[in-house]
C-alpha cells in the first residue's frame, strides 16, 4: 500500500543552484529526504505529509501526530525503522 507519511521539516536545503528546495524530514526517530517542490510555503518546523520522497501538503503538528500513531500501530511503518544486524545479514 503507498500511503503518505507525515514528518517534521528540520532542515531546509536548496540544490541546484536554488532552483529545487529539499528538506531533511524526521519521521519518528529517522531522517530521509524530501522535495518542498509541491509545497513552497512549508518551512522549517512546519509537519509535512511526503509520498515517494514528496512533501504533497503541510498539515497541523496534531493531526500528523495521530496519522503517524495510527500508521505505527498499523504496522505500516516497517520500512521506517533502523534494521537490526540481523536484517541486514539477510540482503
Known sequence: ???A?????????SQMDGMLRMAKVQF???TKEASLEMVPQAKEGDYVLVHVGVAISVVNEEEAKKT???LKEAGELD???PASI???KDK
Open 28 to 30: 519518528g526517530g529517522i
Open 68 to 70: 503517524f500513531e495510527f
Open 5 to 13: 507519511i507525515p514528518g517534521k521539516i528540520k532542515t531546509i536545503e
Open 1 to 3: 500500500m503507498c500511503l
Open 79 to 81: 520500512e521506517l525503522e
Open 86 to 88: 540481523d536484517q541486514l
